[in-house]
């Protein structure tokens, strides 16, 4: 499970938000780039991998709370809370 010391908590936490922020920028850079360029195709696709980032970033509620608290023992990683809100630990889960 890993030291849980409440630093080592906070960085494993704060990955999965760096992350998807940096897919949501890389996902704008696409949609503006490649509306700029008239590739349609492009521009939907970064507008969607951003929007799908963004979602991520808000409802990964686990890391967040982590990230605050310095505690917890599983992180969800925002798609995975959706489908494990409210539900007791599974084989599976991801771990600290």
């Given at each position: 499970?890993?030291?849980?010391?409440?630093?080592?908590?906070?960085?494993?936490?704060?990955?999965?938000?760096?992350?998807?922020?940096?897919?949501?920028?890389l996902g704008l850079w696409a949609?503006?780039?490649?509306?700029?360029?008239?590739?349609?195709?492009?521009?939907?696709?970064?507008?969607?991998?951003?929007?799908?980032n963004g979602v991520l970033l808000?409802?990964?509620?686990?890391?967040?709370?982590?990230?605050?608290?310095?505690?917890?023992?599983?992180?969800?990683?925002?798609?995975?809370?959706?489908?494990?809100?409210?539900?007791?630990?599974?084989?599976?889960?991801?771990?600290?």
């Amino acid at each position: 499970m890993g030291d849980r010391a409440p630093w080592k908590v906070r960085l494993k936490a704060v990955a999965g938000p760096l992350f998807n922020l940096l897919g949501l920028g890389l996902g704008l850079w696409a949609g503006v780039h490649g509306l700029r360029v008239g590739l349609l195709g492009l521009g939907l696709a970064g507008y969607g991998f951003a929007l799908a980032n963004g979602v991520l970033l808000i409802t990964s509620q686990s890391d967040w709370l982590s990230l605050v608290s310095g505690q917890g023992d599983r992180l969800y990683c925002g798609n995975f809370g959706f489908i494990s809100q409210g539900e007791g630990a599974k084989a599976g889960d991801l771990i600290l």
